[in-house]
């Protein structure tokens, strides 16, 4: 497709439940970038590839957040044993290069209750 | 610590009249700049960005200007239309290694009066 894809959009999880968000970039972007948007917010960094590298993970908030880019195209952000504070926006942006010029997808809303 | 700072949480702008949006950083090592404009339920999209070797930034009817020394960036729209209302966010990030990704302010929601 011409932009990055997000699904689902919406996502409601009962607290402890385990989810799995995905995005697909715009083909043949190298990069990829994960944030999370909390209400009131401005997104805030989670994780970066390039390819199907994983090459910075500083800004997952805890070991219960996995993400992951098998073939260097789609990427898989993993929440286990959901909790409240996990409840944001979640969204992906892709480029071709590492720096400037991302494209974000519209993002997967979460709600844990 | 936030590092990009928008202060002004929202702001209301006559249509036809200039808007201009504000935001400050801390960190020295920030050398672009860049602007999106997010309507609801839908993904930041980029406006415009600015490099640190620069002091303005001009495209139709945004212009960014950045003020290195007051570490100070701010976004001109003129004239203002009803379509740009949403929220703007100013974001900031290293070129040269460092840190990845967008650093973000919290955005400014502009609402643009007919």
């Known amino acids: 497709g011409a932009g990055v894809s997000q699904s689902p959009r919406y996502k409601v999880a009962k607290r402890g439940q385990d989810v799995a968000l995905r995005c697909d970039p715009i083909s043949g972007h190298v990069s990829l970038f994960w944030y999370q948007q909390a209400l009131g917010q401005g997104p805030e960094f989670l994780t970066y590839?390039?390819?199907?590298?994983?090459?910075?993970k500083s800004g997952l908030p805890s070991d219960r957040f996995f993400a992951e880019r098998p073939e260097g195209s789609v990427s898989t952000l993993k929440i286990q044993r959901t909790q409240q504070e996990d409840s944001a926006v979640y969204l992906c942006?892709?480029?071709?290069?590492?720096?400037?010029?991302?494209?974000f997808g519209s993002g997967t809303r979460l709600t844990v209750v | 610590d936030q590092q990009v700072k928008q202060n002004s949480p929202s702001l209301s702008v006559q249509e036809g009249r200039i808007s201009i949006l504000n935001c400050d950083y801390t960190n020295s090592m920030f050398d672009y700049f860049l602007w999106y404009k997010k309507y609801p339920a839908e993904g930041p999209t980029f406006l415009i960005s600015i490099s640190s070797i620069k002091d303005k930034n001009e495209d139709g009817r945004f212009t960014v200007f950045l003020n290195k020394s007051a570490k100070h960036l701010s976004l001109h729209i003129v004239p203002s239309q009803p379509g740009d209302s949403a929220v703007y966010f100013c974001?900031?990030?290293?070129?040269?290694?460092?840190?990845?990704?967008?650093?973000f302010g919290k955005g400014t929601h502009l609402i643009i009066q007919p």
């Open positions: 942006a892709s480029s071709t290069s590492g720096k400037g010029g991302y494209t």
């Open positions: 590839f390039q390819n199907e590298a994983q090459l910075d």
């Open positions: 974001a900031a990030e290293q070129s040269g290694g460092g840190a990845d990704g967008l650093t």
